[in-house]
């Protein structure tokens, strides 16, 4: 049994890693669309939003089809990961007439909550310098010296504004926490009234895409505010002072109060068209990648 399982978890890791690089590559050019409007500010002395068709005849004007997959490289080592940790550290199969699960069993909203919280932390903390990065790589302007890779970005944002910079929007990114709190449980859950359905069969590839789609899009409407304040934060250039120099500070409630003083409660809202467009198929693909390898990986195994 404990063998079982730990060809169980290995094969978690190996699917989600493999689920998230191919939706990353997939979804690209619509993260940057997203993050270039959540950075942008609608204040004074500053353009405003484009909106998404305007933002992509932007970037294909001035940086032509590859500026629609700037950040890509920290966008894949951030992924792999990030999935990696959110799949190995569901403590739990989930239930399946037939598949990869060792057992058959049901939990509780408590565990999957716990379960889906935990993942996020881990992989949060740990790929945070990572989305500092892809961030920066994504809202570079034309007039910026343009990162060259993604190590060269590492070894600049460190140079100019040292360790605390890949740490920027910590908090936040945190606080979204409760965006896998709920897409997880709520995946789980609608997978199994699905299999209600065909409780002889695995579940079909649609149905996996339905259950996936529906749980990302309603986690990301309830929790969406987080992004655009950890976005604006990333984006934050603060340069090293001499020391016992003043620094400016800018938190996560100061950051908030800007966004609606100056462009109301809907600036916290900014991009989430274009978000649900790619992080819905972003998860459809990931999920159904990562069930599907699953599959593969434990018919070999038998």
């Known amino acids: ?61 001035h940086d032509g089809f590859r500026g629609l997959y700037r950040g890509l490289g920290p966008t894949i080592l951030g992924y792999l990961p990030t999935w990696a940790i959110y799949f190995r550290q569901r403590l739990y199969p989930a239930p399946s007439a037939k598949g990869y699960q060792p057992t058959t069993r049901e939990h509780g909203w408590s565990l999957h909550i716990l379960s889906a919280m935990a993942a996020g932390a881990t992989s949060t903390i740990c790929t945070n310098p990572l989305w500092v990065i892809k961030t920066r790589f994504m809202t570079q302007s034309r007039d910026e010296t343009r990162f060259r890779h993604t190590l060269d970005a590492a070894i600049t ?117 274009v978000n649900l467009i790619r992080t819905v198929p972003n998860s459809a693909v990931t999920m159904l990648t990562y069930e599907l390898l699953m599959r593969h990986l434990a018919a070999r195994g038998s």
Not at 20 to 35: E, H, M, N
Not at 167 to 186: C, D, N, S, W
Not at 235 to 259: D, E, H, N, Y
Request: aromatic content about 8%.
């Open 157 to 273: 944002i460190y140079r100019s504004e040292g360790i605390r910079a890949f740490y920027r929007g910590l908090l936040p990114a945190l606080l979204g926490i409760a965006h896998v709190a709920v897409q997880f449980p709520l995946y789980e859950q609608l997978k199994i009234v699905a299999q209600r359905h065909s409780p002889d069969r695995p579940l079909s590839a649609l149905s996996i895409l339905f259950c996936s789609a529906v749980a990302k899009m309603t986690a990301s409407v309830a929790t969406y505010p987080h992004e655009v304040v950890r976005t604006r934060l990333q984006t934050r250039r603060q340069l090293l002072l001499p020391s016992g120099a003043p620094r400016k500070r800018s938190g996560v409630i100061r950051t908030t109060r800007k966004i609606i003083h100056f462009e109301g409660w809907r600036g916290l809202y900014k991009g989430l068209s």
């Open 1 to 61: 049994m404990p063998s079982k399982r730990k060809k169980w978890t290995a094969d978690s890791v190996i699917a989600g890693a493999g689920g998230g690089f191919v939706a990353s590559i997939a979804t690209c050019p619509l993260d940057v669309v997203k993050t270039k409007l959540q950075a942008q500010r609608a204040t004074l002395g500053q353009a405003d939003y484009l909106g998404i068709s305007g933002t992509f005849r932007n970037i294909i004007r």
